[in-house]
């Protein structure tokens, strides 16, 4: 099997407290694979390491062959959705997206055509010029999304995408990420084992910031509801 | 893409910011009514005092336009605490308000310390232009003699006293995450920097101790500003190695 993501004793520490102990993740090529596990587990940090916001402590980190284990090299073909919006709050939605898309080497037309067609994709065509500041949790959210999406990335970093979602976008984000298909590899941290079991064929459980199990969602729960499987994993544990 | 571009879409970005944050926009407001007030005072006093001022610079061959000095000694005092209320919250403040992590997942941590500190250098760098031209169309307006050699090769001089400061900015905006805190300790270092200069033996560690070398360009004396320019510059370029090495390893 081919891994998009693969991280090899994967630590950080923060002063004397290990947040994230040697983890080695296995992210296949084309899946949807979620980190689940409760409050400080160590699931953000996991995936700041891999975005390359935070600078582990020990390990190793490899997306698409390539070592992106210092923090200064740029993550090629990876889009990240952060868990708190970090926009420029005086920015209208359009400029915003427009400004990554010329991060990325996107000439200004061809950035326009694409940013306009993302804020349809997420359903936030009506708010293109709308601010930051003016924007709901739900609308922040969705642009962290449509954010992660410039360029047609092969990979997908997002962080609790669903936490705090209306149902209508919530309904929306399941359905784009169902319709990556093997297109897209995703790698997702989130608390709502509903929508994990929706959307990700891939499950891994942290716990005390170790991956206790990694394993395909169907096998891992087996026919159960994951939250009942994941409170009798959290028993053992 | 590559480095210089990246650079470049940092710096225009972090210009387009400046221009519309209401808080830099007040500094600079508060820096030209500073300095305008500076000007005409200098005009005033070296039409008063020309001759107690002609003897202090006695011992200078080429004529002194005092005008223009007494204007670069009223600039310079104010630079120092401008150039860090523009650069003390250029990452500390990103990183408290977190818009610098979505810049960081997509461009090299290098390209964006090197884009603000030179939308910061062009920001002071253009505001002080813009002043210097000013006081030299006022000057001729007053003494019908026009000093624009003169007065750019001041500012050029300022530009390198401005660096220093915007340098040491960018320092404290790194050596901690609290904005506020970055601006107290570069207030502090301000202050400290006034008094090491008073010590012959650590003098040249401040760049106070090179300011006052600003009036050898109008008296010609080359070797003591180039001297004073590498110093300066000198400091400036392990402060912004500095910021660099710490901003590689911060995580944000």
Known sequence: MKYAIETKNLAKKFGFRIVVDSVNLKVPEGSVTALVGENGAGKTTTLSMISGLVRPTLGQMIILGKDISETDVIREDVGVALQKSSFDPHRKALDTLMFYASLKGIKKEDARVECTELLKKVDMEEHAETRIKEMSHGMLKMMEFANALIGDPRVLILDEPASGLDPEYYHKLKELIKGFGKNKTVLLASHNLDFVSEVCDHVAVMHKGKIMIQEKEKKLAHGKALEKVFVDLMKKF | ?252
């Open chain 2, 1 to 252: 893409m590559n480095r210089i571009k990246e650079v470049g879409i940092v710096l225009w970005s972090e210009l387009k910011q400046a221009s519309r944050d209401r808080k830099i926009l007040i500094i600079i407001a508060i820096y030209v009514i500073l300095l305008g007030i500076g000007m005409k005072q200098s005009v005033t006093l070296s039409q008063t005092f020309s001759a107690s001022l002609f003897r202090v610079f006695l011992f200078s061959r080429t004529p002194i336009p005092y005008e223009l000095l007494l204007f670069y000694f009223v600039s310079i005092a104010a630079l120092p605490l401008f150039s860090l209320m523009l650069s003390y919250d250029s990452i500390s403040g990103g990183i408290s308000n977190m818009t610098i992590r979505n810049l960081a997942v997509r461009v090299k941590r290098s390209s964006i310390i090197t884009g603000k500190f030179l939308a910061q250098v062009l920001t002071n760098a253009s505001v002080n232009l813009t002043l210097y031209l000013m006081a030299a169309l006022y000057m001729f307006w007053e003494t019908r003699h026009l000093m624009l050699s003169q007065t750019l090769q001041l500012w050029i001089y300022l530009t390198v006293f401005m660096i220093y400061f915007t340098s040491l900015g960018l320092l404290m905006s790194n050596i901690t995450t609290k904005p506020h805190r970055s601006l107290y300790i570069g207030v502090a270092l301000i202050i400290g920097l006034i008094f090491v200069s008073s010590y012959e033996s650590v003098a040249w560690m401040s760049p106070y101790n090179y300011y006052i070398n600003g009036f050898h360009i109008l008296a010609g004396n080359t070797a003591k500003v180039a001297e004073s320019i590498i110093s300066m510059l000198g400091f400036s370029a392990l402060f912004f190695g500095a910021s660099f090495f710490i901003f590689r390893r911060r995580d944000l």
